[in-house]
């Protein structure tokens, strides 16, 4: 009798010991993520439903529910930037999808063949990634410079008279900020690469049996068989894209039409002088949604392609 | 993965058009990550850029901007801060998540599911969109302007990728060495300490070298919390740099050549490991 409640006791006691351990390791993250994510997020929800300003710091207000939309009405029928920041980050979003990620494949795929010094070129490529974007973006702005930079220098050899600064052009601005990150594609590329490495040799040499080689078979065997990390580096380049803003600060400050959503948040609760915070955050709500939906618009992108294809796809992240 | 290198096919097998494109692609990639580089530093070699623009070689090597950049511009102070904050909040984040990753890969728990999820949200909330109630948040715990307040922000950011990496590393540590260890006596708090933490070691690594490189490039947060010069990070430092050099381009060139050469560096010592981590362990470096 004594000693079932004597194991009984210790079962217990082992039990508490157990949870008592699972709380303790999980609680500083937990702790991390309630403080940088989750208190952030409802204050981000609640108070874009209030009067929010530099008049009133210490006091959101809520608008009553009559006007509850009030901050949004603002942002999307007032405020000058909001469409236009709206436009350039889903550009930026899609380019990362449609452009960034084959530069990255075709390269990954570049760097996976055997060619003397293939290691150099690799190292030296993701070189650039390693530098902040802050470093990058003021380097471009001096490229960009029209009295000592190279760009406008080889406009020259085209249009002669060409004396303009490139960045404050509206158009071209757009196409010099884009190219200022978008080609730097080293890390997503060696994911990329890591993948491709990882396909079994077999699957190759099926292929090469089927008279698949170079180009066809990367096509036609590779491709399909990484499916599942393009779909992973798609989201990624597509939410990086969307949530730009260190290449809008440093070289165009917003201007010739280059605004982008996370410039605008900025701007709004920071930098401006009158400061809107509820207007801020009203913005950051859709910067969230609209993040959501890029990722489910990517994610449906491939599976559609991959039921069309069959192809197997590796584990995505 | 020690095959790795067989599978490459020598480029010699392959048909001309397929070697063509490969050779153009190699190219690009160099164009692309050299020429900004090799410009950079080009013209911080140049007395005055102004005047021989563009690739033209300077006509004496001039190296006034290298040594008044660590005379006048005190920049080891910066490389110190950078290295104080990033150091000290991978340290923080790493150790944190290291241990919630072991109770949620090796222990079943009520909310485990939730848990999941919240960490993985994580890594689709723009942090931009969090600005205002973070920097809110800065001001009424009374941190901003202070290095706690980036260390505080750095340790609770980024929470997903040390996640999965760690908890992918703790997956393939087989589970008899946590029996052995509890059969031995060891509690739980010391069978993670004494067994599971030194093997999982080198995940742990690859999530903070990760982590240092992000926080080290980080820009966004720090240009937000820290105003004192004194107490910038190299990245906030930068976007000091437009005005503060006013026509002084060979100065502005040369401290930027200074400023990219840590990172630099630190990825041609260590790109093996580098290589390794973002690949998944299939490249070899």
């Known amino acids: 009798m004594t000693e079932v409640k004597e194991k009984k006791k210790n079962k217990s006691r082992l039990k508490r010991r157990r949870s008592g351990f699972i709380l303790l390791f999980l609680a500083p993250t937990m702790a991390a993520f309630c403080i940088f994510y989750l208190y952030p997020i409802i204050t981000v929800f609640v108070t874009s439903f209030c009067r929010w300003d530099y008049t009133n710091i210490t006091s959101p207000e809520f608008f009553g529910f009559s006007d509850m939309w009030n901050n949004y009405d603002y942002i999307f029928h007032t405020y000058p930037y909001f469409w236009e920041a709206l436009r350039n980050s889903s550009i930026w979003a899609l380019l990362g999808v449609i452009l960034q990620i084959p530069i990255a494949a075709v390269i990954a795929l570049a760097l996976s063949r055997k060619v003397r010094g293939i290691r150099i070129i690799r190292n030296i490529y993701i070189i650039p990634n390693m530098i902040s974007t802050a470093a990058m973006g003021i380097i471009f702005l001096q490229l960009y410079n029209p009295s000592y930079g190279i760009v406008n220098q080889v406009i020259r050899i085209f249009n002669k008279d060409f004396t303009d600064n490139i960045l404050l052009l509206k158009g071209p601005a757009f196409i010099a900020m884009t190219a200022a990150y978008i080609f730097f594609t080293g890390t997503t590329t060696l994911m990329i690469l890591g993948n491709i490495m990882a396909v079994p040799e077999e699957v190759r040499e099926a292929a090469m049996l089927d008279g698949a080689s170079g180009l066809r078979q990367d096509w036609y065997v590779t491709i399909p068989m990484i499916k599942g990390t393009l779909r992973t580096v798609s989201v990624l380049a597509a939410t990086s894209g969307f949530l730009l803003y260190n290449e809008v600060y440093f070289l165009t400050k917003g201007a010739a039409g280059t605004y982008s959503i996370s410039y605008v948040i900025r701007e709004l609760a920071i930098t401006s002088p009158r400061t809107q915070f509820g207007r801020a955050n009203s913005v950051a709500v859709i910067q969230i949604l609209a993040g959501m939906v890029i990722i489910v618009a990517v994610n449906l992108l491939y599976s559609v392609s991959l039921k069309k294809k069959e192809g197997r796809g590796g584990e995505a992240l | ?285």
Request: contains cysteine.
């Open chain 2, 1 to 285: 993965m020690k095959h790795t290198n067989n599978k490459t096919k020598s480029v010699k097998s392959l048909s001309g058009g397929t070697r063509i494109f490969t050779y153009i692609c190699l190219a690009w990639a160099l164009i692309v990550s050299l020429v900004p580089i090799v410009w950079l530093v080009l013209s911080s070699l140049k007395k005055d850029p102004l005047a021989r623009p563009g690739f033209q070689l300077p006509e004496s090597i001039y190296l006034q901007g290298y040594i008044s950049t660590f005379r006048d511009l005190h920049v080891m102070r910066y490389f110190g801060n950078s290295m104080f904050i990033a150091g000290v909040s991978v340290l923080i984040s790493v150790v944190m998540i290291s241990m919630s990753a072991y109770v949620v890969a090796r222990m079943e728990f009520k909310g485990k599911k939730i848990v999941n999820i919240m960490l993985y949200s994580t890594m689709f909330i723009p942090a931009t969109a969090l600005t205002y109630p973070v920097y809110n948040l800065i001001n009424n715990l009374h941190l901003y302007d202070t290095r706690a307040a980036l260390i505080l922000i750095y340790s609770c950011s980024g929470i997903a990728v040390s996640f999965f990496v760690i908890k992918n590393y703790y997956d393939n540590i087989p589970r008899d060495l946590e029996e052995a260890a509890r059969i031995d006596g060891c509690g739980y708090v010391q069978t993670w300490v004494k067994v599971i933490f030194p093997i999982a070691r080198p995940g742990i690594m690859t999530a903070a070298v990760l982590a240092f490189l992000n926080n080290w490039n980080e820009y966004y947060w720090a240009s937000l919390v820290l105003i004192n010069r004194d107490k910038l990070t190299v990245p906030a430092l930068l976007s000091t740099f437009t005005t503060s050099f006013n026509t002084n381009y060979n100065g502005l060139f040369s401290a930027m050549v200074i400023i990219i050469l840590p990172p630099v560096l630190l990825y041609c010592i260590f790109s093996k490991f580098f290589i390794e981590a973002l690949s998944g362990g299939a490249v070899k470096g």
